[in-house]
C-alpha cells in the first residue's frame, strides 16, 4: 500500500509539475492540468494486466480512451441537451467494455473521468490539443513512477506477505484463546471476527503477487497459489469446530488449554 501510495502521489504531483507551466505558456486555463491528475491516478491505480509487459502498453495507451471522451464531451459542449445526454452511453460503453479484461478496466475508468471532468470543466473545441497533452504526460508520469523509479518487488512483497499470512494465522489461535478464556466479551469476539477477514485479505493479496511473478511458470504460479489457498482453507476449517467447542457449555476450556 505504501508502494502505491507512493506511485500515486508521485506520478500525480510530477504530471501537474509538468502540465501547468505549459499551459500557462500556451495561456490555456490551469484547471486543464486536472485532467494530467485524473490520468495519472487512473494509470497508476486502475492498471493491473497480468504481465508487466501489458501493464507497460495498457498506461501508455491510457490517454488514448481519455482522449476519446475528451473530443466527445468537447464537441458537444456547444449542445446542452446532447451534452448530458451522451453522459449515459459513456457510462454504458465505459461499464461494459471492462468485460474483456483488465485493460479494458482501466480504459473504461479513464474515459468515464475524462467526459465527467470536461462536463465541469467545460472546455472550448480549441483547448483540446492543451486537454491531449495534458492526458499523454498525466500516463507518462504514471509510466515513469511505476516501471522506472518505484518499481514493481513482486518476489520481496511474497516473502514478506508469507510471513505475514503465517503471524496472522498464528495470532487467530491466540484470538481463539482469548475468546475462549472470556466467552463472554464481545470485545475478543470482534477482534477474533477482524483477524478472520485480515487472514482473507492477505491471501487474496498474496495470490494476485503470485500472479505478478513473471520469472516463474504458470505451473510454479499455480502450485504457489494453490499452498496460500491450503493455509487459508486450513485455518477457516480450523477456526469453525474450534468456535463450536468455545460455545459449548463445557469446550470452553479445554480449548483454551489445547492452544496454549
Given at each position: 500500500?505504501?508502494?502505491?501510495?507512493?506511485?500515486?502521489?508521485?506520478?500525480?504531483?510530477?504530471?501537474?509539475?509538468?502540465?501547468?507551466?505549459?499551459?500557462?505558456?500556451?495561456?490555456?486555463?490551469?484547471?486543464?492540468?486536472?485532467v494530467s491528475a485524473v490520468v495519472a491516478i487512473n494509470s497508476a491505480m486502475a492498471v493491473n494486466d497480468a504481465t508487466e509487459r501489458d501493464?507497460?502498453?495498457?498506461?501508455?495507451?491510457?490517454?488514448?480512451?481519455?482522449?476519446?471522451?475528451?473530443a466527445l464531451a468537447t464537441s458537444t459542449a456547444p449542445l446542452p441537451v446532447l451534452h448530458v445526454a451522451l453522459f449515459l452511453p459513456v457510462i454504458f460503453v465505459a461499464t461494459y467494455i471492462r468485460r474483456f479484461g483488465p485493460r479494458y478496466f482501466a480504459f473504461g475508468?479513464?474515459?468515464?473521468?475524462?467526459?465527467?471532468?470536461?462536463?465541469?470543466?467545460?472546455?472550448?473545441?480549441?483547448?483540446?490539443?492543451?486537454?491531449?497533452?495534458?492526458?499523454?504526460?498525466?500516463?507518462?508520469?504514471?509510466?515513469?513512477l511505476r516501471f522506472l523509479l518505484v518499481r514493481d518487488d513482486p518476489r520481496g512483497v511474497l516473502d514478506r506477505g508469507r510471513r505475514t499470512l503465517r503471524a496472522q494465522v498464528h495470532n487467530l489461535l491466540h484470538d481463539v484463546r482469548d475468546v475462549a478464556q472470556n466467552p463472554d466479551v464481545r470485545r475478543h469476539r470482534n477482534r477474533?471476527?477482524?483477524?478472520?477477514?485480515?487472514?482473507?485479505?492477505?491471501?487474496?493479496?498474496?495470490?494476485?503477487?503470485?500472479?505478478?511473478?513473471?520469472?516463474?511458470?504458470?505451473?510454479?504460479?499455480?502450485?504457489?497459489?494453490?499452498?496460500?489457498l491450503d493455509v487459508e482453507l486450513a485455518a477457516e476449517n480450523l477456526l469453525t469446530p474450534l468456535m463450536r467447542l468455545v460455545d459449548h457449555p463445557s469446550g470452553g476450556g479445554a480449548v483454551a488449554h489445547a492452544i496454549m
Open positions: 500500500h505504501l508502494r502505491t501510495a507512493v506511485r500515486v502521489t508521485g506520478a500525480t504531483a510530477l504530471a501537474l509539475l509538468v502540465v501547468l507551466p505549459v499551459l500557462g505558456l500556451l495561456h490555456q486555463p490551469l484547471p486543464s492540468g486536472m501493464r507497460k502498453i495498457t498506461t501508455l495507451l491510457m490517454p488514448v480512451p481519455a482522449a476519446i471522451s475528451l475508468m479513464v474515459a468515464f473521468m475524462g467526459y465527467f471532468f470536461a462536463m465541469f470543466l467545460r472546455p472550448q473545441l480549441a483547448q483540446l490539443p492543451a486537454l491531449v497533452f495534458a492526458a499523454v504526460c498525466g500516463a507518462l508520469s504514471a509510466y515513469l477474533l471476527q477482524h483477524r478472520s477477514v485480515r487472514l482473507n485479505e492477505t491471501a487474496l493479496m498474496l495470490e494476485n503477487t503470485v500472479q505478478q511473478l513473471d520469472t516463474i511458470d504458470e505451473t510454479g504460479r499455480e502450485l504457489l497459489r494453490q499452498r496460500i
